[in-house]
């Protein structure tokens, strides 16, 4: 298991509200990735995250932002939900500080987020 | 444009049964490829990862080989049990940066 931990694990909020998704780690990695996965597209890339404050967009960043202010927590927010962002979210990380970098990645639970 | 395809997209076989998934990619420029396993409702669970120098790994009945000049890697899944039921993915980590595209995976379906 590794140590990753999403909030909330499901959410069901209304049109135009934002909406925040936490993700914890405890394991120091380095690297931090919001994915979607909808039927019919897979794992798509939201946002990432390659050490405190750095932050990059992924393939499907419209409507998302993020912040990582600690190695811990990678939050991703909705500013203003839409019935498009209904999915499943998870939350990624790889390259654990102090060892040699294999680029394996390990991924939360996920976060399943309804948009009415 | 790096894309990673995974065919059949569903697959139902009979207990005891040695098969093989498959997962091709259209750029060799990639510093690894990770098979994963997803049960309903659940995240990824990490099977098996192959740098890009190496040409297979194994873990009890499973081996995946990666073959990066034609863009193809195979899982074979040996004795298949009704545990196994899930579905499979594949990733590969684009080499020189921080990014992994993913196949959109293998239902997989074991009848007892």
């Known amino acids: 298991d590794a140590g990753i931990t999403q909030s909330p694990r499901h959410k069901v909020t209304e049109t135009g509200t934002p909406v925040t998704l936490r993700c914890h780690q405890t394991e120091n990695h380095r690297y931090m990735y919001w994915y979607r996965q909808d039927p019919g597209h897979g794992l798509r890339l939201i946002h990432y995250?390659?050490?405190?404050?750095?932050?990059d967009k992924g393939e499907v960043s419209d409507g998302y932002s993020v912040s990582r202010s600690k190695t811990e927590d990678f939050l991703l927010t909705l500013e203003s939900a839409t019935s498009s962002q209904t999915s499943v979210y998870f939350c990624?990380?790889?390259?654990?500080?102090?060892?040699?970098?294999?680029?394996?990645?390990?991924f939360g639970e996920g976060s399943r987020l309804t948009v009415l | 444009k790096q894309e990673v395809t995974q065919i059949p997209a569903a697959l139902s076989v009979p207990e005891g049964e040695n098969l093989v998934l498959n997962c091709s990619f259209t750029d060799s420029a990639i510093y690894n490829l990770q098979w994963f396993r997803q049960d309903p409702g659940k995240g990824l669970t990490s099977l098996l990862l192959?740098?890009?120098?190496?040409r297979e790994q194994t873990s009890g009945r499973l081996n995946a080989s990666l073959d990066k000049s034609s863009g193809r890697s195979t899982l074979y899944i040996a004795a298949s049990q009704p545990g196994d039921s899930a579905t499979y993915l594949c990733a590969v980590l684009i080499s020189g940066t921080y990014k992994y595209i993913f196949g959109t995976g293998t239902r997989l379906k074991v009848l007892a």
């Open positions: 995250s390659y050490g405190v404050k750095d932050t």
């Open positions: 990624a990380i790889s390259a654990p500080e102090r060892e040699a970098f294999t680029g394996e990645l390990f």
């Open positions: 192959i740098q890009s120098s190496q």
